[in-house]
């Protein structure tokens, strides 16, 4: 069974900057592509980004463009976000979640992640 824990999340002030991280428990064997979403108070859960297991094939939503960058290090089952020029619109639960199928010419929907970690706050305020 495959754990996800985000760390990184908290208060930042408008156009400052937050890293979060996302650790997979133990060593992880087989391909996954790896994705962040986000959920705002009254909002579904949206999509953020994704990465290949690779990290040759990346996806961002149009809002986060620009301003967010995902990376993944596959030799400590972790991958990131940096969160730059940060937006009180931001403002949400960010989830890291991970998937078996592979990111090609589409990236995974949502409902094709089968691990979630439990959310970790993030929080744009003046």
């Known amino acids: 069974q495959v754990q996800l824990v985000e760390s990184g999340g908290g208060l930042v002030q408008p156009g400052g900057s937050l890293r979060l991280s996302c650790l997979a428990s133990?060593?992880?064997?087989?391909?996954?592509?790896m994705g962040w979403f986000r959920q705002a108070p009254g909002k579904e859960r949206e999509f953020v980004a994704a990465?290949?297991?690779?990290?040759?094939?990346?996806y961002y939503s149009d809002s986060v463009k620009g301003r967010f960058t995902i990376s993944r290090d596959n030799a400590e089952n972790t991958v990131n976000l940096q969160m730059n020029s940060l937006k009180f619109e931001d403002t949400a639960v960010y989830y890291c979640a991970a998937t078996r199928t592979p990111a090609q010419a589409m990236r995974p929907i949502q409902h094709e992640y089968t691990y979630w970690g439990q959310g970790t706050q993030v929080t744009v305020s003046s």
């Open positions: 133990g060593r992880i064997s087989s391909p996954y592509t």
């Open positions: 990465i290949s297991w690779s990290g040759a094939i990346i």
